[in-house]
């Protein structure tokens, strides 16, 4: 086999590895506030690709904008300091709303559809990806040539319509969905197989998913979910 024909091989092989399914899905974070004026047209992507099995689509509601007369219901300060983190990782000076953060590797607005669907087609998860196995009780990491920090998220995959009194979003009512309820760190993986017990969900009906991210703001190299 000549030499071109062994790289196209090899390149193959390396795409389809990398490729996003069911098992390895493509992280797309949004970053939102109720009171952001700007952001209904990037939640409806969001939502758009929320049934998709290559996608494990999040919804992280900040609290930037509560000053300006609304109050988020779903928001939290860690999940704004979550976004600094990734303005940090990005090498931004500041944090903004729409933000969509695709695999902890690049950042976009999020308000047109079709370059959301275009960045989450060319970025994947780079090489050495580690086999996630997610059980109600425990989370498996086998071996792999890489290391990060494991963290989980709970989330709520139900549509929920919350209505907007006040603000810049005053008398609307915004759907919601995949919203972020729980987020901490479970561990640290140095490469070597892993299991971490999870605690228990502090609701019922949230779905449970594992980041394995290069450190804060780092890039995610895998994940799984419920």
Known sequence: MRLANILLVLLATSQAALAADAENPVVVELFQSQGCSS????????????????????SWEVTYWDYLGWTDTFGDRSYTARQWDYAAGLRHTEVYTPQIVINGRRDI????????QSTIART????????????PTEVRIASAQTHGDVFLVRYDPALIDVPILRGENGGRTLPHRNVVHEFRRLG??????????????TRAGLKTAILLQAGLGGPILAATHS
């Open 124 to 135: 994947d998860r780079g090489p050495n990806t580690p086999t996630l196995t997610l059980t």
């Open 188 to 201: 640290n993986f140095s490469g070597a197989p892993l299991t971490l017990l999870l605690p228990k969900p």
């Open 109 to 116: 607005v999020g308000d047109s559809a079709a370059e959301l």
């Open 39 to 58: 952001c209904p047209p990037a939640n409806a992507n969001l939502l758009a690709i929320a049934d998709r099995p290559d996608v494990l689509a999040l």
